[in-house]
């Protein structure tokens, strides 16, 4: 993977996100407080909020360049956002959810259905109300929907918060053996350093809005 | 006790009109109340306001409006006639204009806080699951905002079937042509038939109980789904 964040402004409440990276590792974490900043630089990467100045290019095709006033459609973009807030569709059951991303693609520019389900062990699920689900199924069929839409880059906005200790272990094994399963990259955001360690190769420490240090999760959150 | 067949007819007319004229400003409902709802843009005020406006002008002053732009002698009256044979003053197309119009800004009203409740992060992930505008709106807007358009032609059709002034103005009060339930209620009373008026009454009644328990049925299921 080849993401680059360059001249990224983006005014927030308190401060402005000034990013300037380029990001090589397939499971890079975004390290920091509350507050720091992490979610906005996702929502910029996936195209839901316009930054002052930027220009991010994923794998050279360019997501946006404020200076060409270029930004390519969120629905292009072929992101997989998974965000911390339960954001499955409750008018739609847990089967039309999983497949919303899917509706129109040919076979071939997608996952097997069957693939993700047996992964995420969500086959029990398929048929559920979306409002009967527990948190921690409620964040696997969110994880599987993103999936299934073959997205170039999972965008992994703190999905294990407010789950207890053991359905975390069991999601963070998964999300561990994702990649090597499905070979997307993927950004995660988190203020855990224990999962920071366990998921990614690289981390960016973020800190009111600028990437303090980056390396290695081990040596840099132990 | 029972109604007469020409009381029967009156209910059945003043169904049929307010369904239709219900039905007939719906799209234009949606149309008019997501952009509303949703974005800022030039004019919104203004816009805003004309759709309020029949809510607060006296019926009769909007009766008179109507009656003057479908006139043979507007533009538009004129160019209905002519052109496509279509005569609107004192028929039941007057009625269906006038319920149309008296109900419109309620209709409006409460989809639009139907769109407004929609949690806008649901259509953001649509879009990054590949959703352009239109199927985020069909999909995920629209269904989410069921609740409020429910609403808006419960509200939408109980207005029409209580209108009064700019019916009366616009279409007159015809017997077996342009005559609604509260036309009637109105010319017994005025007659002193208190018989009729008072069975005429309770079908009204009748009418605004069923239109509310569906609505709330209808709410319900959508809640359900």
Redesign the interface.
Known sequence: MKLEIQRLSLRLQQFSLDIDVNLHSARTGIFGRSGAGKTSLLEVIAGLRRPETARICLNDLLFENTVQKYSLPVRLRKIGYIPQDDLLFPHLSVRRNLLYGVDGKSKHETFPFDHVISFLEIASLLDRDVRSLSRGENQRIVIGRALLSSPRLLLMDEPLTALDAKLKETILRQLRLLHHEFGIPMLYVTHDPLEAMEICEEVLIIEAGRVISRGNPSELLR | MWPTPAEWQIVGFTLAVCALSTLVILPFGIAVAWPLARYRWPGKLLVETLVTLPLVLPPVATGLLLLKLFSRRSGLGHFLHEYLGIEVVFTWRAVVVAAAVMSFPLLVRSVRIGFQNV?Q??E?????????DARVFL??SL??A?RGIIAGILLAFARAVGEFGATIVVAGNIPGRTTTLSLEIFETVQLGHDASAYRLLILSVIIAFGAVWLSELLIKR?AL?
């Open positions: 949690n992060r649901l953001q992930v649509a879009r990054t699951l590949g959703a352009g999909t995920i269904p989410l069921s959508s789904r």
